[in-house]
């Protein structure tokens, strides 16, 4: 399992992370935030979050270090 903290403050972040996560289909996972979870291939989920906070990427899959690296412009600060 892997797990990051991910932040995707608007439309055109939004459309950059879901092309990033469709690279990947085999990788089982999901973001949550607050009491919702949906899934990263769906444009429509990651926009129905609240894209001012903080939100948790999980998988249930290992990931490879490509897959970390194309995560990098999303990761986030945990404590900003």
Known sequence: MYS????IPDLATAKRFVEVAEKYPDIT?????DNLE??????????SLDLNKRLTLETSDMVTDEFKKDLTPFMADPEA
């Open 29 to 33: 996972m999901s973001i949550k935030s």
């Open 38 to 47: 949906i899934d990263p291939h769906s444009i429509m989920g990651v926009l």
């Open 4 to 7: 990051t903290t991910i932040y």
